[in-house]
Each structure stands twice: as structure tokens, then as C-alpha cells.
């Protein structure tokens, strides 16, 4: 979807290193983008990957051996949706599934905290999308730490060491997923708080706009600092080598769908899909059916 030239360093800017502590602030520009791409360049690259990963889809489908599983993170107006639709727009709808996470429901608080996330997990030969996944429970629980009540954990673990195990539970459930065919991938958009502010006023400006927006929308923007922190820790321990997070800069929109799609470019590639290789008996079979469609009178 980029350069082969320029594919490599392009997608590695974008990882974070396992076993690297980063700085969000420090290391992460929401606003980056290459000097050697244009917006023009973006919106013809992204329908060049778009129709070539249409291709790949087709092939997973058929090769039945993987699932990709697509975890979406962000705060609030940082282009989640608009991502999910332009970069998937032209994939089959039949080999591609999107859940949006919301407050657990009475049934899911009297299962484990993955236990839904489990339930949604992609069959092979399919693309899931978690807007918003799992990784909520390191985040808004942590931020909020009330919620954690609801959970209904014993009170021997309701401790500051339920995130560490959380960390490790995580990134063992995610190897145990890789280690059964389901790819996953993990992208946080990464919104300045400038430009949050810019979207939200311009949801408030416009009617066709104002059903995005909600007063809590504000009031968790309160907690910028503290989801910061948040996602820090939850970077720093589970970008692992077997599913490592992306960041993606989010300040300019065509630019977080270029780099979403490539790197699901990249993966879906990587993976060597082909079409399944039938039986001679099954080719035979075929060659009969053939005939028999041929010599039927008009």
C-alpha cells in the first residue's frame, strides 16, 4: 500500500517495541506523517490496497486456516468509525464482522471479564473488528476503578495487582489466539487533546452531527491525564512480538486510514493466502459437471 522501498521503515515507525517502556508524549506525534506522502497520494494508495486486500479476503475465505481479529482503541472523536468504514469499505460483507463493546450487561458481569470479548472472536476464513475491545479493562476499569466493583471479583483479588495479572492474562490469551490461526492486531489512534476538542465543537456545531455527541463525552475528557498513564502501561506490557500494538497518528484523518490499511495490508500479504488446490477426483468430478452443462439443449 506504500513503496516496498519505504513499506518497512513505514510500518515500524509505527509499532511499539516489545519490551520498550515508551512515552506517548515523548516518542508519539498525533500530528506525524511522512514528507514523501500527500493526501492525494493517500487516497489513491489506500483504494489501490483496498481492492488488493478484497483479493486477500477472498483467499482467507477460502483457505479457511486464519482469522484476523482487529482490536480498535482510542478516546473519544479520534476516528474509529470513519477508519473501520473507509479502510473496509470495499472488503465482503459476508467475511467481516464488527462489534462495538458497551456497558457489560448483567449476564456478561456474572462471567469473567473475557468472556464476551471470547464469544465475538472471528471463525477462520473471517475479519473481526473490536471497536473498542478486552483492552477496555485496562483502561476505563483502571480509570475508573468502580467499575471493578461490578466485576464481582473475590476480594483477594480485587488488589493494584489485578492489572499486572490482567497484563499477563492478556498477553497469554492473545498467544494462545496466534497460536491457533487468529491474527491479531491492536491500533490505538492517537488523537491530540487539541484536536478531540476540535471535533467535538464541530459535532456541537452541526445538526447532522450532534447525535455523536454526549455530555460524557466531556466529562471523560477530564481524565485525559489519567487515561494517558493508562495506555502507557498498557503498551509498555503487552506489545508483544507476537501481537504488537500500532500506533497510528489520528490528528489527520486520511493519513490514520493510510496507515490502518497498511498495516492490515501488510499482514493479510504476509500470511501467503491461496486459493485451496482441489483433489484430481474432485477436478475429474468438475470436468464431468462441465460436460454435462454443455451438452444441455438451449
Known amino acids: 500500500m506504500v513503496s516496498k522501498i519505504d513499506r518497512q521503515a513505514f510500518l515500524q515507525s509505527l509499532i511499539v517495541p516489545p519490551g520498550k517502556e515508551i512515552s506517548l508524549h515523548k516518542d508519539y506525534d498525533p500530528g506525524f506523517k511522512p514528507d514523501y506522502i500527500t493526501k492525494e497520494d493517500a487516497t489513491l494508495l489506500l483504494q489501490q490496497g483496498i481492492e488488493k486486500m478484497a483479493e486477500f479476503q477472498d483467499k482467507l475465505y477460502a483457505q479457511d486456516t486464519y482469522a484476523l481479529l ?17 479502510v473496509m469499505s470495499g ?20 462471567h469473567d471479564y473475557l ?9 477462520r476464513g473471517r475479519i473481526g473488528i473490536f471497536n473498542r475491545s478486552y483492552y477496555e479493562e485496562l483502561l476505563v476499569v483502571r480509570v475508573h476503578q468502580n467499575l471493578l466493583e461490578r466485576q464481582k471479583l473475590p476480594p483477594e483479588d480485587r488488589t493494584k495487582k489485578v492489572w499486572q495479572r490482567r497484563f499477563e492474562e492478556i498477553n497469554n490469551f492473545e498467544k ?5 490461526g487468529v491474527i491479531v492486531l491492536k491500533f490505538f489512534l ?109
Open 190 to 298: 492517537n488523537v491530540s487533546k487539541g484536536e478531540q476538542k476540535k471535533r467535538f465543537l464541530e459535532r456541537i456545531d452541526r445538526p447532522e452531527k450532534n447525535w455523536k455527541f454526549s455530555e460524557n463525552d466531556v466529562k471523560e475528557r477530564a481524565f485525559w491525564g489519567d487515561y494517558m498513564k493508562a495506555y502507557e502501561e498498557v503498551f509498555n506490557h503487552t506489545s508483544t512480538e507476537w501481537a504488537p500494538w500500532y500506533i497510528i497518528p489520528a490528528d489527520r484523518k486520511w493519513f490514520t486510514r493510510l496507515a490502518v490499511g497498511a498495516v492490515i495490508y501488510h499482514t493479510l500479504e504476509s500470511l501467503g493466502l491461496k486459493y485451496p488446490t482441489v483433489t484430481e477426483e474432485h477436478h475429474q468430478a468438475l470436468l464431468k459437471a462441465k460436460e454435462i452443462l454443455e451438452n444441455e439443449p438451449d
Open 115 to 123: 468472556w464476551r470479548y471470547y464469544k465475538a472472536l472471528p471463525e
Open 70 to 86: 482487529i482490536n480498535l482503541q482510542a478516546m473519544d472523536a479520534a476516528g474509529k468509525d470513519g477508519t473501520i468504514r473507509h
Open 91 to 110: 472488503l465482503n460483507p459476508q467475511g467481516c464482522q464488527v462489534f462495538s463493546f458497551k456497558v457489560p450487561s448483567a449476564e456478561e458481569l456474572d
Open 176 to 180: 494462545y489466539l496466534v497460536n491457533n
